[in-house]
């Protein structure tokens, strides 16, 4: 029998955020069919590359006033909605802010299980994996009921495309705001790149020294496209913002480039960095466990390190 399965599509200005590809692979089966949810209004656009990766349907969820500014109350009840009337009954999202506020919502308006932060999911046993304990132990879930909810964490499912052809649905829903008013979204300052999305990161610690020292990582980090992170210590003292820590009790990432600044390696650390495809780390100290548990190690003062990289990537990438 066939299973309807709805994504929800998080969108940026940029178009559809990169890491959802990875969400999409995971959903995938060959009884299932692929819902991806959508509450821009732009899904014509994102037709090419929802299709690309297998989505089946394309929705467009709209009240009868038109667009669904972003409310989670509303795009929870707007969601539930959806699912009903298309009788899906599994739900996929990245695990982002975004997912994070309007996923429990839905959880509690269907009573159905919800994990987030998954690392893999099978939906054939419905069980799904977590990492637990700072990454020590990988726990599955079994879920029980008749409605499911997925997030995923970001890039650690590789994006396999599978082409398909996506039809373009449009869906009015009655839903409209009610116990919940936003007021106002207030963007991060500037263009940065989102951490717990990030395909490639570059992260500073405590060998910084100082909030002016992290240019060097900002300016490599614009040539490499990547995001800038750090460890609790650089956070702690103030240099750089909570946004930016990576560990325990900062943000979990997954790139598939972690390059690592002046930083030890507690357990801490890489309890938020270690499903990172490939580790680089630069350090004075070769016994650090950092150098002990990365791809490449480089030895050495990272500011001698990072302007030579920096010029060195810049040159590469201009010759491509
Ligand atoms: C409950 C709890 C939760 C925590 N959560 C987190 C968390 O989420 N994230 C986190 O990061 N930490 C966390 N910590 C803190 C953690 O234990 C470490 O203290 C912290 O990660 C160390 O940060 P660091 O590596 O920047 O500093 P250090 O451990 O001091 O390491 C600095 C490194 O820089 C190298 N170095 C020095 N100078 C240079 C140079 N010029 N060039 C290159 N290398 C140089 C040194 O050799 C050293 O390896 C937590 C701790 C606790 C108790």
């Known amino acids: 029998m066939m299973t309807h399965i709805g994504i929800l599509i998080e969108t940026t200005a940029d178009g559809i955020k990169p890491a959802l590809n990875g969400v999409i692979t995971a959903a995938r089966g060959p009884e299932h069919k692929l819902y991806g949810l959508v509450f821009d209004g732009k899904s014509a656009a994102y037709k090419d590359e929802l299709q690309a990766f297998g989505i089946h349907k394309i929705v467009d969820i709209q009240s009868d006033e038109g667009l669904l500014n972003w409310n989670p109350d509303c795009w929870a009840r707007a969601m539930v909605d959806a699912l009903d009337y298309f009788e899906i009954d599994t739900l996929f999202g990245l695990t982002s802010f975004q997912t994070k506020d309007v996923f429990p919502r839905i959880a509690a308006l269907l009573d159905a299980p919800l994990l987030l932060d998954c690392i893999g999911v099978d939906l054939r046993t419905l069980t799904a994996e977590k990492s637990q304990f700072s990454g020590k132990t990988i726990a599955t879930f079994k879920l029980g009921g008749t409605h499911y909810l997925f997030g995923i964490r ?37 263009d940065a790149i989102d951490l717990a999305e990030a395909p490639i990161i570059i992260a500073g610690g405590r060998a910084m020294q100082n909030a002016g020292n992290f240019r060097i990582l900002y300016e490599c980090a614009q040539v490499l496209g990547a995001a800038v992170g750090a460890s609790r ?19 979990t990432v997954s790139p598939n480039l972690y390059i690592a600044c002046g930083i030890s390696g507690s357990v801490q650390h890489f309890a938020g960095m270690k499903t990172a495809q490939v580790i680089v780390a630069i350090n004075t100290d070769p016994q650090a466990a ?18 030579i990289l920096t010029r060195r990537l810049k040159s590469a990438l201009n010759d491509k």
């Open 154 to 190: 970001p890039n650690v499912i590789d994006p396999q495309p599978s082409p398909v052809t996506a039809e373009v649905l449009s869906f009015k829903t009655k839903i409209s705001e009610e116990s919940l008013t936003v007021e106002a979204v207030k963007e991060d300052a500037g």
């Open 233 to 251: 210590v650089a956070v702690d003292a103030g240099w750089v913002p909570h946004s930016m820590q990576v560990g325990q009790t900062g943000t």
């Open 290 to 307: 950092m150098m002990q548990n990365c791809d490449y190690g480089i030895v050495g003062d990272l500011f001698d390190v990072i302007p």
